[in-house]
């Protein structure tokens, strides 16, 4: 049943033209009517066939009434569970055989034409009886003759169907009746929780069944493009098909299992599976490949995230599909690789353990909510991390390794994480359902266990949507590897934007069901809730809105929602406070460290500083005869410059043991450069004073960044006889303009400092060591290495240059 666009004229008479799926012939189809109004509208005109499924219909009743007197509850109970299985099979294997060769061979159509028993002049039985069921239909002015025989032939074909699935109907409806419990007490059964959700559920399948006809019309209700095509028609989405796909056959179905609910007989709810699962199967191997063929296949929602996985297999050989975890089974295992089987052994070993050791349902709620917890925060973390500061992409490339090996594992830690919480999830409820076993429960665990189907089905359809790429948070691992930046809008996110938030967890909920909501489950279910939700809302979302834009993207089931006014106004509200929490995140994520706070925050340091220089100059000595300044005064030294300092002092204070050490102001705790004041030979002494000029070469300079002053110190008192005004060192500015020439500009350096040989780094002194250099680098490039990289590669200037542009394009694309 797929939806079409049909016009209306002002007479309120169908006016949309068709035409013929082979020859092309067009018309306008007569107006027709929906199966109810058809068969039980007093108003409307009733053909012969019509007027026998009423009397078909009605039969029904006063033979089950008659068999229940006759032969009791049980007979007539089974007797119309094998008449439902009798039509519903007639549905789905009789009519979906019907259709299937129709849409194929168009053989109704063709048996119909090569017979001709629509012709005017064939008189056989079969035509005049085929003829005279149509034109009953028709108003007086109109005519078979005036109609291909596409639509006649599914003018006949309508009324078969409304026996079919009337009778289907009829037949479900009082097994279903005879399955109901008697009670004396009708009050307890209507106020009982299961027949009030349950009626909620058959109100629901009937507004879906009204407003889906409402959207299809009969055309597509009776299969029409079967036999024949509407001009300018496509598939729409509209009302109940917003909220569901296919929801004929999915949604379509709750009353079914609102029914069961009723009944509180497993047996009613096995034979609804039945029936549901036997129209899941029409759906797939008879309406969806027609309505491929029709309208065309579905714009592959995926497509791009496929080709994304596709091109990362083609740049990196060593690169293959992960291990997903799909139900009860993994796909793309790999065998050589040893993450793959570590996680297998691991879902394999806990299971024994369950099964050999038969932990206590103590210690197995705790584990199982502990690992739940520790490993959300570890995935939120590294998720979080990786979206502000590229944090876990950074930690590898540092040290050797690739962007895509980061990725990989990071796959295996979110994909273990994922079988490991399950694994420990379902062992808890198996225990706890053996456990609290007892009859009663059976129906609840066939209801719990669909939900967890329901679960199963929606990572399989998030997955198909959005491929590997998606379901592994790629976009927070290879941004460089998106080719265009836009959410998908198709599969199951054309009905709901995060659907992980509530089908996702549709199973572990269903957990809850299947122990008769044990205290235990409610109390995991709502950790996987709220865990989950903090996930999509504060780390997921707030990274798809910096990187594809805060579009305001409604999904399908809320713009059908928000066709309810109240809803609408509560969604407002809502979406404000949203909106206000995650602008408040986004602003502290990626607000300037660079402020007019920290700017002035700095500019009181250098106050105080200044102030203390003078405050700490030695009391006892008359500044007038002292001198401890610069050569050269500046206030930034770049290296790997000299420093030299200008002293004097009275002579009585001098000793040959002072010396004067070089301080990092604002980072004390590292011990200073020291150097002896007769070093150099360049002083002068006299009776009064001793004054001359100490060098602080490169060799004797920290490569860090900071300010610093000069102290004199007196070896005799050892206490600071003079300060200098502070000074900031900075570490050497390399050219970047390209690789080539940051290479030159990192071997100059190194040549500089004499820490090159043979083309390898090597420490030749106390103040430039591989952790200096790695500073060097984060400064003028703003990438990292880590110390063993260095090691590994026995400081090869030339390899570490080569990797640390590598690292820098790779951090420069995923911005």
């Not at 009789?94 to 090569?114: D, N, P, R, V, W």
């Not at 210690?363 to 199982?368: E, G, R």
């Not at 004499?754 to 680098?777: P, T």
Request: glycine letters at 4%.
């Amino acid at each position: 049943m797929t939806s079409t666009v049909i016009e209306k004229s002002a007479t309120g008479k169908a006016s949309m033209t068709a035409k013929t799926r082979s020859t092309g012939i067009e018309f306008v189809p007569p107006k027709t009517h929906d199966m109810v109004r058809s068969l039980f509208d007093p108003t409307l005109k009733k053909s012969f066939l019509e007027l026998t499924v009423s009397v078909i219909l009605i039969s029904n009743f006063c033979l089950a009434h008659w068999l229940n007197k006759h032969y009791g509850l049980n007979f007539t109970k089974n007797f119309y569970l094998l008449q439902y299985l009798f039509w519903r099979l007639s549905y789905n294997v009789g009519i979906g055989y019907i259709l299937h060769y129709q849409s194929h061979a168009e053989f109704l159509t063709k048996y119909c034409t090569q017979n001709n028993l629509f012709s005017k002049d064939n008189n056989s039985k079969l035509s005049r009886l085929l003829k005279f069921e149509i034109n009953s239909k028709l108003d007086k002015d109109d005519s078979v003759y005036n109609y291909p025989d596409e639509l006649n032939c599914w003018m006949i074909f309508r009324t078969f169907v409304d026996l079919i699935l009337m009778q289907d109907f009829d037949a479900y409806m009082l097994y279903v009746f005879f399955s109901i419990p008697k009670t004396e007490n009708l009050l307890d059964f209507f106020t009982n929780w299961k027949t009030i959700s349950g009626t909620i559920l058959i109100l629901l399948n009937v507004w879906i069944k009204l407003d889906a006809h409402r959207v299809v019309k009969d055309f597509a209700w009776y299969w029409g493009d079967f036999f024949f095509l509407q001009l300018n028609s496509e598939l729409i989405f509209d009302g109940v098909f917003n909220i569901s796909p296919h929801p004929m056959y999915s949604i379509g179905y709750l009353g079914y299992y609102g029914l069961s609910l009723m009944a509180n007989d497993y047996k009613v709810l096995l034979v609804s599976i039945f029936g549901h699962f036997a129209q899941f199967l029409f759906l797939k191997y008879v309406e969806s490949p027609h309505i491929e063929r029709i309208y065309g296949a579905d714009s592959n929602a995926n497509e791009d995230n496929s080709r994304i996985d596709d091109l990362i297999t083609k740049e990196n050989y060593d690169y293959s599909r992960p291990l997903i975890n799909v139900g009860l089974s993994f796909n793309n295992f790999d065998k050589l690789r040893i993450t793959d089987s570590f996680t297998l052994l691991t879902s394999i070993i806990l299971s024994l353990w369950a099964i050999l050791d038969k932990p206590n349902e103590k210690l197995l709620f705790v584990l199982t909510f502990s690992t739940k917890l520790l490993t959300w925060l570890v995935v939120s973390f590294i998720l979080f991390k990786q979206s502000t500061e590229k944090w876990f992409t950074k930690i590898f490339i540092k040290n050797g390794y690739t962007q895509v090996y980061s990725y990989q594992q990071w796959q295996f830690i979110y994909n273990f994480s994922l079988v490991l919480n399950y694994t420990l999830l379902s062992i808890q409820t198996i225990s706890k359902i053996i456990s609290n076993y007892s009859a009663n429960n059976n129906s609840k665990i066939i209801f719990g266990a669909l939900l967890v189907l329901l679960q199963i089905w929606c990572n399989k359809e998030i997955r198909s949507a959005i491929s590997d790429f998606g379901w592994f948070y790629g976009d927070f691992f290879l941004t460089n590897y998106i080719q265009t930046k836009k959410l998908t809008s198709e599969g199951i996110y054309r009905y709901l934007n995060n659907p992980e938030t509530v089908l996702g967890i549709a199973g572990v909920w269903g957990t809850v069901l299947m122990t008769d909501f044990a205290w235990e489950n409610l109390v995991l279910a709502s950790l996987y809730t709220l865990t989950n939700f903090v996930l999509v809302k504060f780390v997921e979302m707030p990274h798809v809105n910096k990187l594809y834009g805060d579009s305001n993207r409604l999904s399908g089931v809320r713009k059908t929602l928000l066709s309810l006014k109240p809803l609408k106004r509560l969604s407002d509200i809502v979406h404000d406070i949203e909106h206000m929490i995650l602008r408040s995140i986004l602003d502290v994520q990626f607000s300037s460290p660079l402020n007019s706070d920290n700017v002035e925050t700095s500019s009181k340091e250098w106050e105080n500083v200044m102030e203390r220089t003078f405050r700490n100059v030695n009391p006892k000595i008359n500044s007038s005869d002292c001198k401890f300044e610069l050569v050269n005064a500046t206030e930034r030294v770049i290296l790997p410059s000299s420093i030299k300092i200008n002293w004097r002092l009275p002579a009585k204070l001098f000793v040959n043991d002072d010396w004067i050490g070089l301080y990092n102001i604002f980072n004390p705790k590292n011990g200073p450069a020291r150097v002896n004041v007769l070093a150099s030979d360049d002083y002068e002494k006299s009776i009064d004073f001793v004054s001359g000029t100490t060098e602080f070469t490169y060799e004797q300079l920290p490569f860090e960044n900071g300010v610093y002053e000069m102290r004199y110190h007196s070896n005799m008192k050892n206490e600071d006889l003079l300060i200098s005004m502070p000074f900031e060192i900075c570490l050497p500015r390399l050219n970047i303009e390209n690789e080539r020439i940051f290479q030159d500009s990192m071997i100059l350096l190194m040549k500089d400092i004499g820490c090159l040989r043979e083309g390898k780094y090597f420490q030749a002194q106390q103040y430039f060591n591989s952790q200096n250099l790695q500073e060097v680098i984060k400064f003028n490039v703003g990438v990292e290495l880590s110390n063993e990289y260095i090691k590994n590669v026995n400081g090869d200037v030339d390899v570490i240059s080569k990797r640390v542009w590598y690292i820098k394009k790779i951090l420069n694309e995923l911005t």
